[in-house]
């Protein structure tokens, strides 16, 4: 996960998550999900953020090591109650074929 080192209050940063590689069905059908927590500088998990699992990839492809990548940007918006300090951005991405995980983390700092 490439990381963003700095936000301010209003800001809006997206995360995009790029893979290649998953494993295929015999039928070339591939299953890619991911999983994204934020946690606030005291650790506290953030608002929108849960163990839901969203879906990154799903359905036939080409080839297995095409470059590839979430369907929707993944937005995170620090609203002006956020408290200062650095963010912790925790993803597990699931290769479910193949039933691989990949965890990934970077961090932005709220600053003035």
């Given at each position: 996960?490439?990381?963003r080192?700095?936000?301010?209050?209003?800001?809006?940063?997206?995360l995009?998550?790029?893979f290649?590689?998953m494993s295929?069905t015999?039928?070339?059908?591939?299953?890619v999900?991911?999983?994204?927590?934020?946690f606030?500088?005291?650790?506290?998990?953030?608002?929108g953020?849960?163990?839901?699992?969203e879906?990154a990839?799903?359905?036939k492809?080409?080839?297995?090591?095409?470059?590839c990548?979430?369907?929707h940007v993944?937005a995170?918006?620090?609203?002006q109650?956020?408290?200062?300090?650095?963010?912790?951005i925790?993803?597990?991405?699931?290769?479910?074929?193949?039933?691989?995980?990949?965890?990934?983390s970077g961090?932005v700092?709220?600053v003035?």
């Amino acid at each position: 996960m490439r990381e963003r080192s700095t936000a301010k209050r209003g800001d809006i940063v997206g995360l995009k998550i790029s893979f290649t590689g998953m494993s295929l069905t015999d039928d070339l059908r591939a299953d890619v999900t991911y999983v994204v927590k934020v946690f606030a500088p005291d650790g506290s998990v953030s608002d929108g953020t849960d163990d839901k699992d969203e879906v990154a990839l799903q359905g036939k492809v080409p080839l297995r090591f095409s470059g590839c990548d979430n369907q929707h940007v993944i937005a995170i918006r620090f609203e002006q109650r956020d408290p200062l300090g650095t963010d912790k951005i925790v993803a597990l991405v699931k290769d479910n074929v193949g039933h691989h995980q990949v965890p990934l983390s970077g961090a932005v700092e709220l600053v003035q």
